[in-house]
């Protein structure tokens, strides 16, 4: 059973152009957190959210958790190409593991 | 402060050969994880540690050993390698629900 589901898959875009990728389960979690890997490198974490709404921004990027904590989304805003990665969410219940999704691959073209 | 890091970043075994993959951290964490990530398939947790001194399985434990020799260190040891063992290994460590990730161990069985 896959708990936390992510779409798309995989995205392809222009530089410059809007995106929104989403993070979604049946499951209610006391926390979520987005990842940013690279090629060849471990997953980096961007931002931590915990409350139903909550709203985050980290520059270009906005993090939604939704109000009954059950999913998410990432909107990336005139996206670069130093965006290009593969977006996972992680999903906390309380104080055991996390739990991954497969995560977006993102691809921005210059 | 080098965070997490693994040893070897690459290694190619035979059917049946085994090998330890090394993890150590230097922040003073407690908690530590080892993971796998295969295509498709996002990241798994083999085994954690969530102190010096215990281990508990993962969503994938069979074919795997762990050993957490000390507060830094938490090596993954694979007795008889078999080829659905190839994957990209990441060990992690844990501060307060964040994650930090190492660079990777690229593991390959023929």
């Known amino acids: 059973t896959q708990l936390l589901e992510q779409s798309p898959q995989f995205l392809s875009i222009q530089e410059g152009e809007n995106l929104t990728v989403y993070c979604n389960s049946s499951s209610v979690f006391s926390s979520l957190q987005w990842y940013r890997q690279e090629p060849g490198e471990g997953p980096v974490l961007l931002v931590t959210?915990?409350?139903?709404?909550e709203v985050k921004k980290l520059k270009r990027l906005t993090f939604q958790f939704g109000d009954a904590r059950k999913d998410s989304s990432l909107h990336i805003t005139a996206a670069q190409p130093g965006d290009t990665g593969l977006y996972l969410c992680?999903?906390?219940?309380?104080?055991?593991?996390?739990?991954f999704g497969k995560g977006t691959m993102l691809l921005v073209s210059p | 402060n080098a965070g997490v890091t693994q040893t070897p970043k690459f290694q190619v075994l035979k059917t049946g050969q085994s090998m330890t993959l090394q993890c150590a951290q230097d922040m003073n964490h407690n908690s530590m994880y080892w993971y796998r990530q295969d295509p498709g398939m996002g990241l798994r947790l083999i085994y954690y540690?969530?102190?010096?001194?215990?281990?508990d399985k993962g969503e994938v434990p069979n074919g795997y050993n762990v050993s957490r020799l000390n507060k830094r260190e938490f090596s993954l040891r694979l007795e008889s390698a078999a080829p659905s063992q190839t994957s990209v290994y990441f060990c992690?460590?844990?501060?307060?629900?964040?994650?930090?990730f190492g660079p990777g161990t690229r593991l390959t069985v023929t």
């Open positions: 959210v915990v409350t139903g709404g």
């Open positions: 540690s969530a102190s010096e001194g215990t281990t």
């Open positions: 992680a999903g906390a219940k309380g104080y055991s593991t996390l739990t």
């Open positions: 992690a460590s844990d501060l307060g629900g964040r994650e930090y």
